[in-house]
């Protein structure tokens, strides 16, 4: 027995110093777990990760994923919170910055839900170092709601940034590639100068023809002469009744119209611009001079009848319009 006595006397120093022996660091312990990602936390985990003295910060995303529970915002923000947590374990490997990510989902964290009478989710708390050169007087965490709607993790990274020390780094957000993009986007682009390379030869002699441009700009000039932005801006009644079971085709007044009566008058425009340039480029060309007069007589009194009708236009709108030209 006496041998036995010498040999736990001889172990005492040992059990002595295996008792002096300091516990592991805390923000070591969970730096070395956060490497792939924000910390998988759950009330026991939370609770020792949050827990006072701490001489680091913790950013920790309280969430509800299941799709029972319905939170489409937390199923949105979840890879932007990841994405963040990665690339800031990423750009701080040796964990200079003092600050942890976690992310506390309901089905694991009920009692601490409970106890912060949370009822909405999620909700993005962050704690301050309670000792330390950076230590907070007020241990309470700060919340940030996402009342805005979905953030991107550029922004969460902006608000976390705020809440670190001054002196700290905050390594930025670096987001993947997306392959899938990039080889679609290139192949829409080989497409698109492959397809214009083969079919320049037949698109170039039509996108150089100068009566195309001339009817495309005859067009244009016609719809927004006649009103049709207006139409679009003020969502103006196509017609409209006149109070005796009949429809009244031009509204009353320069500042009002209907949507039949700006396509009557770029009708009306057409005709004139096309009277005129027939007048203009056509007539002259006609070899019969009977032919030759002709023509002159009947473009000329289709613009007088047009142009007769387009002041009785403007009569009918305002009854003060005093010019006129027959036949109406």
Partial sequence: MRWIQLLAASLLPFTALAAKKPSPDRFSDFHAKSSSGPLKLDDPTYAKLTKSPRDYGVAVLLTALEARFGCQLCREFQPEWDLLAKSWAKGDKKGESRLLFGTLDFLDGK??????????????????????PNAKVDTQPVRFDFTAGPQSAEQIHA??????????????????IN???VITVTTAILGVVTFIAVASPYILPI???????????????LLFTSGHMFNHIRKVPYVSGDGKGGINYFAGGFSNQFGLESQIVAAIYGVLSFATISLALKVPRIANAQAQQLAVF???GMLLCMYS?????????NGGYQFWLPPF
């Fill in 309 to 317: 009708f387009l002041l009785s236009v403007f009569r009918t709108k």
């Fill in 111 to 132: 009692n601490t839900f409970q106890s912060l009478m949370l009822q909405t989710a999620p909700v993005l708390l962050y704690f301050h170092p309670t000792t330390g």
């Fill in 298 to 300: 009947v473009w000329s």
């Fill in 179 to 181: 392959w899938v993009k």
């Fill in 159 to 176: 608000w976390i940034s705020r809440q670190v020390p001054a002196d700290a780094p905050k390594p930025p957000v670096t987001r993947p």
């Fill in 207 to 221: 996108l150089q023809n100068r009566n195309l441009w001339a009817a495309f700009s005859l067009i244009a000039v």
